[in-house]
């Protein structure tokens, strides 16, 4: 099975395309995955010019264009198509749902044969009359991937009934190491340790994660939360909220950005990985926990039921609600710390992992492409 994987657009600063794979981890990782499981695999990418070159067993072809380095949902890559086109693939993997037009017009520049994928990358659907010429463009689509199928229902309206299949968007290279070593490293201490991953959002909800959190220190007593984050509207609120609860503030460290390559640590180092999330197409934080061996407890969203296995692989609660937060983290603490760590490694190994998501794919490939009549 020959598979080509589209990415329209790039980091506009970047200028080397050995150093845009570097930076586009998931693309690659999807690619090695998919080699893995026996395809053969092209990634085709828009750039700001032609390149052609192989990469640990996978071809990469670079295609200038006008679209470089975003691509306007109203612009047709034409030249990008018909590298695709030439590359003669059996399954074209469209990432992002938001290039229903680009989807109608590859659609007509393909073999029937050809099988199209897309990949839903935490767009939210139109609505009005775009949703519908979205609606319209999806028709192209043999058929959709999405962090569980929770994540889907509110695309059934633009996509119908056609089939969605539950894979994770992405996945991580960060691997479980020595607990200790790793808070030695990160500087953490506390029994447990928790760890936010996260902008200070509403959507991310902060202040409902500090409310359940501080309702666990009479029994967790030395409980430590440390909170990574970029930036976020509810920094002054979070601040606030520590500054009125000293003994909340004597637990918690606002530890600001920490660069993604410094992360591993943390999350080697941590027992649980908290979230307050309402909504989220995927969860790459999960991801990276599991990956590490730190105890998800996250909101029961479509996406973290997915990536906890319904919550096999971590514990979940009800989303704006301290008190649930507060039960699910006592509940995962009490139990056994070393086999909910090497649990969570194992169900990431194989659901998560690169390895498990290409031989997910190329087999939901394999059943497309036979209702296709391939």
Not at 59 to 74: E, Q
Not at 217 to 239: F, H, K, Q, S, W
Not at 337 to 348: G, I, N, W
Request: aromatic share 8%; hydrophobic share 45%; glycine share 10%.
């Amino acid at each position: 099975m020959r598979v080509a994987l589209i990415n329209y657009g790039h980091f506009a600063e970047q200028r080397d395309p050995q150093r845009l794979l570097d930076d586009f981890e998931t693309l690659t990782g999807w690619a090695a995955g998919l080699r893995d499981a026996g395809a053969e695999v092209v990634v085709v990418q828009g750039f700001t010019r032609d390149q052609r070159f192989e990469r640990d067993g996978v071809a990469y072809r670079f295609v200038a264009g006008r679209f470089a380095p975003r691509l306007s949902r109203w612009r047709i890559p034409r030249r990008l198509h018909r590298a695709v086109r030439g590359e003669a693939p059996d399954v074209v993997h469209l990432n992002g749902l938001l290039y229903f037009l680009q989807a109608r017009h590859l659609r007509r520049m393909l073999p029937p044969a050809t099988v199209l994928v897309a990949q839903h990358h935490a767009e939210k659907p139109e609505r009005g009359p775009l949703g519908a010429l979205q609606g319209w463009g999806l028709e192209a689509v043999d058929g959709f991937f999405f962090t569980g199928l929770g994540s889907a229902a509110p695309w059934r309206p633009r996509i119908g009934e056609r089939p969605v299949l539950e894979i994770a968007e992405g996945s991580t290279r960060f691997a479980a190491g020595g607990r200790e070593d790793a808070r030695a490293v990160a500087g953490l201490r506390g029994e447990p340790v928790c760890l936010w991953v996260g902008n200070l959002e509403p959507n991310k909800d902060p202040l409902t994660v500090l409310a359940g959190f501080e309702r666990t220190l009479t029994e967790l007593p030395a409980a430590r939360l440390y909170m990574i984050y970029r930036d976020g509207e509810l920094l002054p609120a979070v601040r606030r909220r520590l500054a009125d609860a000293p003994a909340l503030a004597g637990s918690v460290e606002l530890l600001g950005r920490v660069e993604h390559r410094r992360l591993e640590p943390y999350l080697q180092g941590a027992d649980f990985l908290l979230s307050g999330s309402r909504y989220e197409g995927s969860g790459y934080a999960v991801i990276e926990a599991l990956a590490c061996g730190a105890v998800p407890v996250v909101t029961d969203i479509p996406s973290f039921r997915f990536l906890t296995g319904g919550g096999a692989a971590g514990v979940l609660w009800t989303p704006g609600d301290p008190g649930a937060l507060a039960a699910a983290l006592l509940d995962a603490a009490r139990r056994p710390l070393a086999a909910s760590r090497a649990a969570v490694r194992a169900f990431f190994d194989e659901t998560l992992s690169y390895a498990a998501i290409g031989r997910q794919a190329v087999g939901a490939y394999r059943r497309l492409r036979e209702a296709r009549g391939a």
